[in-house]
């Protein structure tokens, strides 16, 4: 597996300026899984690197490692300018060195030896998955969100839809991305069959995550029927909540009963880096909330330290309390008051003690369509801290100027910066990516 692995590394595309200098040869459909297998393995851990760019945490010069200073503090100002040389971004390359696989999958399926019918089937099924999950987090943090643009008129991000070590694409728009998107995910379900993956290997794309995939999609879409649907369709297959009144289990843990598909790692050393969540994203937590105690750990009067992410344990791309959520605001949204209620009902009755449900429950009752939108936003906030989705949930909403202050000098991200540029030396090496149309 790694000296296949290994071989492809040097088979990605002329774009992010390397040199192919060795091939692939799989042949069996071991050695094609091997090839998938390496790109769970090392799949980017981006959407948790979001969390520095986000209200969640805080950074202090006193009490932040150097180490992590040099890698993470111009991230955590949006000191986009010039930043240090030794700042950790997002890893470009990555994603399309996993795109490349699952195009070498997908093309080379009729030439796949020892194996069924069903296990290609399975393995082209997770390409189409991997390569729509990769362009989708890509669009996210590249291009402008769907909510904020005219989809059709706006740059999004180079889509690779070959295993061409030649190709030099330029930039698709943001709706031709998505279209791209929604398209794999429709080719993905019909190769799919593994409903669910054995503890230990459930980092793997099953049946229901090309419709989770769908669901988080249509919400960044503001396609609200849409999502909903999706929602109630993934709620059909993996309903079960952990619940923290008396579960040890953490919900974004792989072992949760939640988990759908435990893909993205919440890095070990990034956890050191965030390891100071800021006290006024902890007030959103009401008194008798047990998240509070069990995702974070008081330190002082004023401090705290995260508990949720210690170890690879922490493994989660989808889990199901996600999807009530989704279905809630895409109610919420379309006005369904009553239904949104009803998606949030459950997920509190297994978040919060007896006395504060009740309380809660009594004041959601009161609120608003607009209040009870934002009390969903809220929600999701709390439910999935240190996850990765609080970035992408700003941006495609309001998109806040978030203010900050570090070593005397206030620092305010301002809307523009919700969308990250292009590498440098990726545009160097192919100045096409700035072209679109």
């Known amino acids: 597996m790694v000296i296949l692995a290994t071989l492809t590394m040097s088979a990605c595309d002329n774009f ?45 010069k006193v009490k932040t490692s150097s180490t992590d200073l040099d890698a993470y503090l111009d991230l955590w100002r949006w000191k986009d300018d010039n930043p240090s040389p030794t700042t950790s971004y997002f890893s470009w390359r990555s994603y399309y060195h996993s795109v490349y696989i699952a195009n070498y999958i997908i093309q080379n399926q009729k030439k796949i030896k020892e194996a069924t019918a069903q296990e290609i089937s399975q393995l082209v099924g997770e390409a189409y998955m991997m390569r729509a999950y990769c362009h989708f987090l890509l669009v996210n943090l590249y291009a402008e969100p769907y909510t904020h643009c005219t989809p059709s008129q706006t740059r999004g991000v180079p889509m690779l839809l ?44 099953n049946t229901t995550s090309a419709q989770a995939l769908r669901a988080r999609t249509y919400l960044y879409m503001g396609r609200w029927s849409d999502a909903l649907e999706a929602s109630k369709d993934v709620l059909s297959v993996y309903n079960e909540l952990e619940d923290m009144n008396n579960s040890t289990t953490l919900p974004n843990s792989y072992k949760s009963k939640e988990s759908i598909v435990a893909l993205e790692r919440f890095s070990s050393n990034l956890y050191t880096a965030v390891d100071m969540p800021a006290s006024e994203f902890i007030s959103l937590y009401r008194s008798g909330d047990q998240r509070r105690t069990k995702y974070f750990k008081r330190v002082t009067s ?111 991200l301002l809307p523009e910066q919700y969308t990250m540029r292009f590498p440098s030396e990726a545009v160097e090496a192919n100045p096409e990516i700035e072209r679109w149309q």
Request: charged content about 25%.
């Open 16 to 60: 992010l300026d390397i040199t192919p200098t060795g091939k692939v040869i799989a042949e069996t459909g071991d050695e094609y899984r091997a090839l998938l297998t390496y790109e769970y393995k090392y799949f980017t851990k981006d959407r948790y690197m979001t969390t520095l760019r986000t209200d969640e945490m805080l950074m202090d």
């Open 162 to 205: 070959e295993a061409d070590v030649n190709a030099i694409p330029g930039s698709s728009s943001v709706e031709t991305v998505y279209n791209q998107i929604l398209s794999d995910l429709d080719n993905a379900e019909q190769y799919l069959n593994v409903e669910e993956w054995e503890l230990g290997k459930n980092y793997r794309f």
């Open 302 to 412: 004023s401090t705290y330290s995260l508990l949720k992410g210690r170890s690879d344990e922490f493994s989660c791309s989808f889990r199901t309390a996600e999807f009530y959520l989704t279905a809630a605001e895409a109610a919420a949204r379309l006005g369904h008051t009553t239904d949104a209620i009803n998606y949030l009902t459950p997920l509190m009755t297994k978040r919060l003690n007896a006395s504060a449900y009740q309380t809660t429950t009594a004041l959601i009752g009161t609120m608003t369509e607009e209040e009870l939108i934002q009390e969903v936003l809220d929600e999701r906030a709390r439910e999935l801290a240190f996850e990765g989705h609080r970035w992408y949930d700003l941006r495609r909403t309001s998109q806040p100027a978030l203010t900050r202050v570090y070593d005397g000098t206030t620092y305010t």
